[in-house]
């Protein structure tokens, strides 16, 4: 599977942003997925997770109640709606397909998308 993500940019605090994570392939549709960020000098951290059906979500506590996670499998797409961001959010965003519980990350890592929040 390959991801894509797009609709990062520069953003002043408060404002909003949305991202896609396009995919190719037939497999979307049975992967959980997860929203991850890269801030510099930062390990990747998983911030946001939804069920291959979109029944579930699970959020980290910085983003928890700001960013809301979603999917389209007719469209094999995935989105992060980031509300209310902080500086703190800056980082480089990427998504993946992961194992539910256990965390694991599947090796199909695009090349991210930039999000830039000013104070």
Known sequence: MQLVESGGGLVQAGGSLRL???ASGST?????MGWYRQ????QRELIAAITKG?????YADS???RF????DNSKNTMYLQMNNLKPEDTAVYYCNALDWGSWYEYPYWGQGTQVTVSS
């Not at 979307?28 to 959980?32: A, L, S, T």
């Open 20 to 22: 896609s994570c396009a």
């Open 28 to 32: 979307f549709k049975i992967e959980h």
């Open 39 to 42: 801030a510099p000098g930062k």
């Open 54 to 58: 979109g029944g579930t979500t699970n």
């Open 63 to 65: 983003v928890q109640g």
């Open 68 to 71: 809301t996670i979603s999917r």
